[in-house]
């Protein structure tokens, strides 16, 4: 059964802290998302690889985001340092190469507190 | 502003009602997805809409993409507890790239 994988499912943190959220997408799919999903924004697209490489993260605020993917089979998310601000369920998403419907295969999602 | 605007907000309704939601924008997409998300869960594909005009059904849901390709919406008939989520729809306007932006989205509660 092939899934997206997210850790950690809950992370609850202090402010100025380090949080580090990893996404093991599914085997074969060449682009990968990363959204942030709030009650007041919904899902915002932070960014996005495909074939490993960063193609826009014009979506994460600079200074304290990072995103990378090491390998195929991971995908990172570094909030450095977090800010209650930062509160919110992180998703990503895989998507294969050839595709007809679009469809974007997401995760459980990793929720986020900052105090 | 969102590019993608969704209506209503929220919507509770009783079992066996029929409802619509609407998905509004002043751009053009390739194509239009329409995903519902549980709590707790990710969100799941429902259907994909490509040609202006088309409707799709999955059951008790049809979905129409609008002839601009600017809109669409998801009529639902009689609505049971098991469709209660949150309904997001998500456009492409990268000419089949697949990088969806999405609304805010739709929360349906389903009484019994």
């Known amino acids: 059964d092939a899934r997206v994988t997210q850790t950690p499912r809950h992370k609850v943190t202090e402010m100025g802290q380090e949080v580090t959220m990893r996404c093991q997408p599914i085997?074969?799919?060449?682009?990968v998302f990363w959204y942030r999903q709030t009650m007041m924004q919904g899902l915002e697209l932070l960014a996005y690889f495909r074939n490993r490489a960063p193609l826009d993260d014009s979506g994460m605020p600079k200074d304290r985001f990072s995103a990378e993917m090491p390998d195929a089979t991971l995908a990172t998310l570094k909030i450095q340092p977090s800010e209650p601000r930062d509160s919110a369920v992180y998703f990503c998403?895989?998507?294969?190469?050839?595709?007809?419907?679009?469809?974007?295969?997401f995760g459980e999602g990793s929720r986020l507190t900052v105090l | 502003t969102q590019l993608l605007e969704q209506s209503p907000q929220f919507l509770s309704i009783q079992e066996g009602e029929n409802l619509t939601v609407y998905c509004n924008s002043s751009s053009v997409f390739s194509s239009l997805q329409w995903y519902r998300q549980e709590p707790g869960e990710g969100p799941v594909l429902l259907v994909t809409?490509?040609?202006?005009?088309e409707v799709k059904k999955l059951k008790r849901l049809t979905f129409q993409f609008g002839d601009a390709r600017k809109d669409s919406s998801l009529h639902i008939t009689a609505a049971q507890p098991g469709d209660t989520g949150l309904y997001l729809c998500?456009?492409?306007?990268?000419?089949?790239?697949?990088?969806?932006?999405f609304g805010r989205g739709t929360s349906l509660i389903v009484h019994p």
């Open positions: 998403a895989s998507l294969p190469g050839r595709t007809i419907t679009g469809e974007l295969f």
């Open positions: 085997l074969g799919h060449n682009t």
């Open positions: 998500a456009g492409d306007r990268s000419g089949g790239s697949y990088i969806p932006t």
């Open positions: 809409v490509v040609t202006g005009g």
